[in-house]
C-alpha cells in the first residue's frame, strides 16, 4: 500500500472532475495540476501567458500543446509533485499524451491510473449552464460550452484509449451525489492498491 499516487482524472467539461480531483488529491496528500487553473490564475494576474492565451480560453480553444506541455512539466518538477500529482485538464489530446510519455519516463515514472468520469453530454450541459449562471466564468458562454464539448468528443476521448491499452482507466459512474461518486473513485484506486492516507 502506497499513498503516493500519479494520477489523471479524465471527463467532459461538466462532469465534476474539478471538485472530485480535489478530494482524491487531498486524501493521497498530493497536489492537483489543473492546466486550466494555472492558465486562469495567469490571466487574472495579468502575465505574459495570461495575455498570450486570453482570448484562446474565451473562444474554448486549446491552447497550443508544447506551451501546454512546458508549462505541466515545469510544475512537476516543483518538489510537491515528487511523490504523486493528480493532472487535471492534461492531456487532453494524443499530442498531449505523448508529450507527458517522454517527460515521465524520463525520470522513471508512469501514471498508475486514469479516472475517468462518465457523465451523458446533456447531463454535463446542463451543468455547465448552471455553473455559468453561479459563478460567471467568461468561457462558460453556450457557443464556448458547444465547442469545448466538441472538442472533448473528439480529442479528448480518443486517449482513453491509449491508456486503456495501458490497462490503467477507471471507468466511474459521474452521476449520483458527490459522496457517493468521492467513494466509486477511492474503491476503484483501493483495487489497485492505491490507499489513501486519510
Ligand atoms: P478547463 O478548466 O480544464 O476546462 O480548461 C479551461 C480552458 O483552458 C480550456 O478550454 C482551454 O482553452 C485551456 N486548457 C486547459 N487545459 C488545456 C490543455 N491541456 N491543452 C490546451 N488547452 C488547455
Partial sequence: ????????????????????????AEGFGIPVV?????????IKEGTELGQQVTAILDAGDLVPDELTS???RDRLTHEDAAHGFLLDG??????QVAQLDEFLTGRGEALDAVILL?????ESLERLRLRAIEQGRSDDTDEAIAKRLDIY????????SVY?????????DGVG??????ERIAAALAVRGLAQRV
Fill in 153 to 160: 468528443e473528439q480529442e479528448t476521448a480518443p486517449i482513453i
Fill in 34 to 42: 489543473s492546466t486550466g487553473d494555472i492558465f486562469r490564475a495567469n
Fill in 1 to 24: 500500500m502506497t499513498s503516493s499516487a500519479r494520477l489523471l482524472i479524465v471527463g467532459p467539461q461538466g462532469s465534476g472532475k474539478g471538485t472530485q480531483g480535489v478530494l482524491v
Fill in 90 to 95: 492534461y492531456p487532453r489530446n494524443t499530442a
Fill in 177 to 182: 451525489s458527490l459522496d457517493e461518486i468521492t
Fill in 118 to 122: 462518465d457523465v451523458p453530454r446533456e
Fill in 70 to 72: 512546458a508549462i505541466v
Fill in 164 to 172: 486503456a491499452e495501458r490497462g490503467i482507466v477507471d471507468r466511474i
